[in-house]
């Protein structure tokens, strides 16, 4: 927990293992932004970062990289691999899987069911809170279409339906710049209203979500966590999502959304200006509304032959157990239309120094295998669900060993990649990046076009107090 009262779930930073005794690693996907954008707005700030407010892979799918669409939507996502030299350490190397979903036009996107659940309280009255609230929210409403339809409930000291079942962007609007703040936050009670005007306005087959935009500081009402997380757990079996959106500093509640956005089967983004509010509900508008996949799950199987220890860059709060993979009980990850996944592993390959050194028995150690078994580094297996099915997929896909013995150091892509990781890991405090520095991760990054992968340099040059906007 961060001292202004900022609450964080921090986790610690994930572990070596050895392929030995733990050849399979399963992760649960995660699509959610917000620690990215939470990072920046306290860079910019001037403020020290938390380690316990930076999720690593947040910070990597933050940007979009060089993933072919998939060729079929029967498959609803693309997956792609590839290794490279670890930039900070080498006796490494970085295995990147990426997953990549089909996209949609916005005239082709189901029609949507939209419930507006906005914090009205008086700890949104700061210009980064509510201001920006109706900002954000009045650019998704000028991407409505007319078949979609829009409610929305406000809530402070008591909860107001303002409006319900609109398909008039001008009403929505109006509605939006009504908004002022002041009293307590009544979250609790809030919620239950936004699940029940989602289900009266049910569509079927469509797009059925509530969008909570609130500082996250729930003090009136069903203000435990635990309790907000069954509620959202059981209004998402009957097909109704959640997205939310954080705003703000001082109170801001990111482990209660992020929570409740995993559960809701949704997405949690941190917006922090009026541009970060276009590119998450204009420009994603499809990604952040219309699921193509459910309970994404990834499991990578290392070989022993030819990888001796490895170890996942983030999704410490994302882990799942070996048996969990196949169990379609266990919830899982989403992805929308054209989000991204980019997951990375440090591996050390056999007969590498490592981070763990060698056992002395050979009961111990990894047991010799075939020739045949020499093809594969490891093989990525993943399994998910089509939006409205119950039965996983699944595909699964070898990395051969020739990515093992080509591997170069990075370069585009994956370099820009390596970098973020870096940059995450280097707020975290990791140890394991050695003496690898700021200006370090500015090199690897590189010169780059794209505005939001500049504005990533800019970052890190303010975390090493080097230059800055």
């Known amino acids: 927990m961060a001292e202004n009262g900022e609450r964080y779930d921090g986790h610690p930073v994930s572990p ?8 399979m690693s399963t992760f649960a996907v995660d699509v959610d932004t917000g620690a990215y954008a939470n990072v920046r707005r306290m860079l910019r700030g001037g403020q020290t970062v938390p380690a316990d407010a930076v999720r690593t892979e947040e910070m990597i799918n933050y940007f979009r990289y060089d993933y072919p669409l998939p060729d079929d939507r029967s498959a609803p996502f693309s997956v792609t691999t590839d290794v490279s030299a670890t930039p900070w350490n080498p006796g490494t190397r970085l295995l990147r899987i990426g997953l990549c979903g089909y996209d949609v036009a916005r005239s082709q996107r189901p029609p949507a069911n939209l419930v507006f659940m906005v914090d009205v309280s008086g700890s949104m009255q700061d210009a980064d809170k509510l201001p920006l609230v109706k900002q954000a929210l009045s650019t998704l409403a000028d991407g409505l279409r007319p078949n979609d339809s829009v409610s929305i409930v406000t809530y402070a000291g008591y909860v107001e339906t303002l409006v319900e079942g609109s398909h008039d962007p001008a009403e929505i609007k109006a509605a939006l710049d009504s908004l002022a703040a002041s009293g307590s936050t009544a979250g609790g009670p809030a919620l239950e209203r936004a699940y029940d005007i989602a289900r009266a306005h049910f569509i079927s087959g469509g797009i059925n979500r509530i969008i909570m935009a609130t500082d996250g500081d729930f003090n009136v009402g069903l203000s435990d966590q ?23 500093q ?3 509640n990111d482990a209660m959304m992020e929570a409740v956005a995993d559960l809701g089967n949704g997405n949690h983004a941190y917006i922090d200006s009026a541009m970060e509010a276009r590119k998450v509900l204009d420009e994603e508008l499809s990604s952040t509304l219309f699921t193509i996949a459910r309970d994404v799950k990834v499991q990578v199987e290392f070989n022993p032959a030819l990888i001796s220890q490895y170890r996942l860059i983030g999704y410490e ?26 997951a990375l592993y440090e591996i050390v390959p056999t007969g590498e120094a490592g981070w763990v050194a060698p056992r002395k028995y050979a009961a111990n150690r990894a047991a010799v295998v075939s020739k045949e078994e020499r093809n594969e580094i490891a093989t990525v297996r993943l399994r998910y669900k089509l ?72 970052l890190v040059r303010l975390a090493s107090n080097d230059g800055g906007f």
């Open 317 to 342: 709060n994302r882990g799942l157990a070996e048996e969990d993979f196949a169990d379609d009980h266990v919830d899982a990850g989403e992805i929308g239309a054209g989000h991204q996944v980019t």
């Open 226 to 248: 635990k309790s907000l997380e069954a509620m959202v757990k059981q209004n998402c079996k009957d097909g109704i999502s959640l997205t939310t959106l954080g705003f703000g």
């Open 387 to 458: 939006p409205e099915g119950s039965s996983s997929r699944l595909i699964e896909q070898p990395i051969p060993a020739a990515y093992l013995a080509n591997a170069v150091k990075p370069l585009g892509d994956m370099a820009f990649a390596a970098a973020v990781a870096a940059f995450g890991q280097k707020l975290r405090g990791d140890t394991r990046l050695g003496d690898f520095s700021y200006a370090d991760i500015t090199r690897l990054a590189g010169a780059q076009s794209d505005y939001w992968r500049q504005e990533f340099v800019q």
């Open 16 to 23: 070596i293992h050895e392929v030995a005794a733990e050849p």
């Open 250 to 252: 001082g109170n801001y």
